[in-house]
């Protein structure tokens, strides 16, 4: 079979041919090129992009370190909560019934549709494809519920987180605040930095201070899964334990806590007690009524406990009246009268005063409380008694020089203390400064500096504004020989294990010089004021087996009653611990406020019987 | 003296094997290099689909394996029995291979087998047949025969008008079927035998604007005044790949996972390490996906070869159309190359991120008896063409 010769391919075949081959080249090239580029130029990206793909992150939760008290017993702990999660992958497809099934859960949860939608946009933002988290703590009767229905519930499940446990309920509330979801402005604050939004952080009290330490690393779990994001078998491929937060030791001695906090409960009113030890700023016991229980912050709150509260300002229970108020102090000031008469050489210890009753500056007249008049007093029994006029006189010895102000301030009155609790407040020492710049503003209450303002502060009256804490500082001077201390909770960080991995000791904020025969002037006028027969809170200390030095306060602020204080050095005259008390609306301090000191040195002295005669300080019996 | 012609087609062949048998089963005058290319792609595809399909089916690792394996061995034999016959009888045939084709493509209506909305293939009980897939062979027979049988009545503008009628309407009928991808294989093998039939070029100029006004109005005019013409799964995926990550999850979605599977094969593959093609990332992974397997298991390297050896196919299949001894053997080789091509690159172009999502499948890759043998036999029927034409030299110079 021959072919005619002109069925034989042409030139213009040719041609064609040729375009078709120079076509198929550019083709080939095209697609050799794209290879070249997708898997040679940028493979390392689509690689990472392809393990990325594969992979679902898994974020455990590390527990929170325990609190513990000096002795070791547990303030706050973590228990397993159950709390209610979405699978959002899980859920029907259909948008009516996938919102069907929202409603039902949301009514499960107490929260309504638009809430829960709310709440699942905000946790995919933060973590896609992980289970959102509905409600915490939720009973097991959802639990047992939710079982028996799961064919209703499709993506619904039950996770056991970790919650703030406080095994002892309010006990010390107040010293170690509370945890909560870190905050977006605290996200960009470096303390905060690798956190994620949905972590929990300390949000007060040494939760809050010691919060680095308290804080875990979260572990990791890493698993394979396919397109559809289930688990694929046998697909766990890194799984990081958490690393829980180290243990914070406080140095609360549970026994004068319990009995400063029942103490203050017993007579129900607003207070505070505050017990340190002088030397090293150690604080013992550290207590504000009226409390709360911080368990209440672990579980949606209802209404009524939000108002209890946030919304009522006489209560206030999270303020903590021992650091964060602003009191003027009443006779407890005294002390600071006293040394800075007899460090300024206004007086001696053994400068007469005589208290006629009342002591009349000008058109104002200043009178003893009760209308008492003691006659001729040295210091020693112008303490014993309280008499005001002995301190007015030296107020109005002082009253343009500023010394009564210095020796506040020395003291630590008026200014922050270094305390490893926030929000501590710094109060006012009303000087002849600050009178001025009052008036220079021209305010309703501007006058001039006058005498009188002295002299109400030398009775810690007028306008000076401290808190329970300061006065501890200031005595507890008194008591060590001048050594202003750092006054702090945190005394030790422990692994899990109980070793030490960080002590907290502060160094003191400065030491101030004191004359010995000052000073024992003045331990020897709060002795015999607690002790003393003549001595004002006698009736309370009178018969207390150890030697004391104590000084009662009875502040007026009105518009309210009579805030009762005491603050007690013990023992005598070489004191340990120093013991605040302060209720307000209390009356007199032997009225109230030194009944529950007593109360408080009666747990301490219980329990350190033994090193108290052995340190030779003498117990009476 | 072959030796002493500097005639390029009477030299001598190189791969050329003169002994009895082979001589006897008409081995001697095969296109070693086109066998040896399409012996490959289908060895490397039983191979990867072995590898990458083991979990594919439970119960049975080899599900996949076994069944390419002997649709290729099928295939083969099929393209040895072809050799041995002279393609020119297919030109004799033409109007009764016409018919078969358009009364198979149109039974399907009817007996068809649906597979997702789409009714393509006939189920027997031990394998099932899609004549679209042997149709693009079946036409290019058939119309090649037409065109030169035709080459001489009507004027050259009736002629086109006959030629495109006669191709696009099996290509109508497997659209409607509806099966997009093949139907444009259809096309492109309809013009490919009218490029080589001599259609001039004014006419492609022509045919060309046409095609683009239809593209415009499908895509655009169509749905704009309420006719859609295409489904919206389609519409969708021929024009996602526009803006691939404008919906990562979904019609974008499977070519932006196979974009990154083959991105992560990075230059020499991931092998069993390989994930999105192994966890069901990219679907279709054995039929239109089979690439991007074959780019994250074997990288670069294994991309690479698989490309290398359709550009030796088709350099080999364009050599032939050149070779062959009559206008019909040109005309069909020139078909059967072009619609090759064009499966090659909408596949693989589909499978790196530049081409949309068409369901063609790649020739010889892709899982799929119909599929592969009707490719085997095309690669028979090229065969058929070489072999002829060295026989038709070898007497003549033997003359």
């Known amino acids: 079979m021959y072919e005619r010769p002109d069925d034989r391919p042409g030139p213009r075949l040719a041609l064609r041919i040729a375009v078709l081959g120079g076509v198929a080249v550019a083709l080939f090239a095209v697609l050799a090129f794209r290879l070249w580029d997708l898997q040679v130029l940028s493979g390392s990206q689509y690689l990472a992009e392809a393990k990325n793909n594969r992979t679902r992150e898994y974020k455990v939760i590390a527990p929170r370190g325990d609190i513990l008290d000096r002795d070791g017993d547990v303030l706050v702990d973590n228990r397993t909560s159950l709390a209610l999660q979405v699978n959002t992958q899980k859920l029907p497809e259909g948008p009516a019934e996938r919102k069907a099934e929202l409603r039902r859960l949301g009514k499960l949860a107490h929260m309504s549709l638009p809430k829960v939608l709310r709440t699942i946009d905000e946790q995919e933002e933060v973590a896609a494809g992980a289970p959102v988290t509905l409600r915490k703590d939720v009973g097991y009767e959802l639990v047992y519920y939710l079982e028996e229905n799961q064919r209703r519930f499709p993506g619904a499940q039950v996770q056991r987180v970790f919650v703030r446990g406080y095994p002892d309920g309010s006990r010390a509330a107040h010293v170690l605040g509370t945890v909560g979801e870190v905050n977006e402005e605290e996200l960009k604050e470096p303390p905060y930095k690798g956190l994620e939004a949905g972590d929990e952080v300390g949000k007060g009290g040494v939760e809050y201070t010691y919060d680095r330490y308290l804080r875990g690393q979260p572990g990791l779990t890493r698993i394979q899964v396919n397109a559809l994001g289930q688990p694929t078998p046998g697909g766990q491929l890194v799984?990081?334990?958490p690393a829980p937060g180290d243990n914070l030791k406080l140095t609360l001695d549970p026994a004068v806590q319990a009995a400063g906090e029942s103490a203050l409960a017993s007579r129900g009113l607003p207070g505070a007690f505050v017990t340190m030890n002088v030397d090293n700023g150690e604080i013992l016991g550290l207590g504000s009524f009226p409390t709360y229980d911080p368990t209440i912050f672990t579980k949606p709150m209802t209404q009524s406990q939000v108002n209890e509260l946030y919304r009522d300002p006489v209560l206030a229970p999270l303020t903590d009246r021992a650091t964060e108020s602003y009191y003027p102090t009443g006779s407890t000031f005294k002390i600071v009268t006293a040394l800075a008469a007899l460090e300024g050489k206004v007086i001696t210890p053994s400068t007469t005063i005589v208290d006629g009753g009342k002591l009349t500056v000008g058109t104002q007249s200043f009178q003893n409380a009760g209308g008492a008049s003691y006659g001729a007093l040295t210091l020693v029994p112008a303490l014993e008694v309280s008499s005001d006029v002995f301190f007015y006189e030296l107020g109005l010895k002082m009253w343009d020089t500023g010394q009564l102000q210095r020796w506040a301030a020395k003291l630590g009155i008026g200014k922050e203390s270094g305390l490893d609790l926030p929000g501590e407040t710094e109060g006012l020492v009303p000087n002849?400064?600050?009178?001025?710049?009052?008036?220079?503003?021209?305010?309703?209450?501007?006058?001039?500096?006058?005498?009188?303002?002295?002299?109400?502060?030398?009775?810690?009256?007028?306008?000076?504004?401290?808190?329970?804490?300061?006065?501890?500082?200031?005595?507890?001077?008194?008591?060590?020989?001048?050594?202003?201390?750092?006054?702090?909770?945190?005394?030790?960080?422990?692994?899990?294990?109980?070793?030490?991995?960080?002590?907290?000791?502060?160094?003191?904020?400065?030491?101030?010089?004191?004359?010995?025969?000052?000073?024992?002037?003045?331990?020897?006028?709060?002795?015999?004021?607690?002790?003393?027969?003549?001595?004002?809170?006698?009736?309370?200390?009178?018969?207390?087996?150890?030697?004391?030095?104590?000084?009662?306060?009875?502040?007026?602020?009105?518009?309210?009653?009579?805030q009762s204080w005491y603050v007690i050095l013990a023992p005598y005259p070489d004191p340990r611990i120093v013991t605040v008390v302060t209720m307000e609306e209390g009356g007199f301090g032997a009225e109230s406020a030194a009944p529950a000191a007593l109360q408080i040195l009666e747990a301490y002295f219980d329990k350190h019987a033994g090193s108290v005669s052995a340190s030779g300080t003498g117990l009476a019996e | 003296m072959m030796y002493a012609t500097r005639s390029r087609r009477a030299r001598p062949e190189p791969f050329a094997v003169r002994i009895g048998i082979a001589e006897r089963l008409g081995l001697a005058h095969m296109d070693w290099p086109l066998t040896i290319a399409t012996v490959a792609l289908g060895a490397f595809s039983v191979f990867t689909l072995g590898q990458a399909t083991r979990h594919d089916v439970p119960g049975s690792p080899h599900y996949y394996l076994d069944r390419q394996a002997i649709y290729c061995v099928l295939g083969l034999v099929g393209m040895l029995l072809l050799t041995r016959i002279d393609y020119s009888r297919f030109r004799e045939l033409r109007v009764g291979i016409y018919t078969f084709l358009c009364a198979s493509v149109s039974l399907v209506f009817v007996f068809g087998f649906a597979a997702r909305g789409s009714r393509r293939s006939f189920e027997f009980p031990f394998f099932s047949f899609q004549p679209s897939e042997l149709g693009k062979l079946l036409l290019v027979l058939a119309l090649a025969g037409f065109v030169i049988d035709g080459a001489r009545r009507g004027s050259p503008r009736q002629r086109t008008v006959r030629y495109l009628c006669l191709g696009l309407a099996p290509a109508a009928l497997v659209f409607l079927q509806p099966d997009l991808g093949t139907s444009m294989v259809f096309v492109v093998a309809t013009l490919a035998v009218m490029y080589f039939g001599g259609v001039p070029w004014t006419h492609f100029a022509v045919i060309g604007a046409a095609l683009i006004a239809l593209i415009a109005l499908v895509l655009v005019a169509a749905p704009a005044v309420g006719v859609p013409v295409l489904k919206g799964y389609q519409e969708q995926r021929l024009t996602s790949f526009l803006h691939p990550s404008q919906d990562a999850s979904g019609a974008g979605y499977q070519q932006n996972q196979s974009v990154v599977a083959i991105g992560s094969g990075q230059k020499t593959g991931r092998g069993d390490r390989a994930t999105q093609t192994r966890l069901d990332f990219v679907p279709e992974r054995h039929t239109d996906f089979i690439f991007a397997v074959i780019g994250e298991r074997y990288g670069f390297m294994g991309a690479a070869l698989v490309l290398s050896l359709y550009a030796l196919l088709f350099w080999r299949a364009l050599r032939i159309v050149t070779l062959s001894k009559n206008s019909y053997g040109t005309l069909v080789a020139g078909g059967i190359a072009v619609s090759l091509l064009f499966q090659v690159f909408v596949n693989v172009g589909m499978n790196l991120g530049i081409m949309p999502i068409t369901g063609i499948p790649l020739p010889l890759m892709s899982y799929g008896g119909s599929s592969v043998i009707a490719t085997f036999l095309a690669v028979g029927v090229l065969q058929s063409i070489n072999i002829q034409a060295r026989l038709s030299q070898r007497g003549r110079f033997a003359w």
Request: aromatic content about 6%; charged content about 25%.
């Open chain 1, 432 to 562: 002849k400064k600050w009178r001025d710049d009052l008036a220079a503003e021209g305010l309703a209450e501007g006058r001039p500096w006058s005498a009188g303002d002295n002299i109400q502060l030398a009775t810690g009256q007028g306008d000076l504004q401290t808190n329970p804490l300061q006065m501890a500082i200031a005595y507890a001077a008194l008591g060590n020989d001048g050594t202003i201390v750092t006054p702090h909770v945190g005394m030790e960080i422990e692994d899990a294990a109980g070793r030490v991995l960080k002590e907290f000791d502060p160094k003191p904020r400065r030491k101030i010089k004191i004359d010995p025969a000052h000073r024992q002037a003045i331990m020897e006028g709060l002795h015999q004021a607690a002790q003393g027969p003549q001595g004002t809170s006698y009736g309370i200390f009178g018969g207390f087996p150890i030697e004391v030095a104590g000084k009662t306060g009875t502040a007026q602020r009105p518009p309210h009653a009579d």
């Open chain 1, 239 to 241: 799984s990081e334990p």
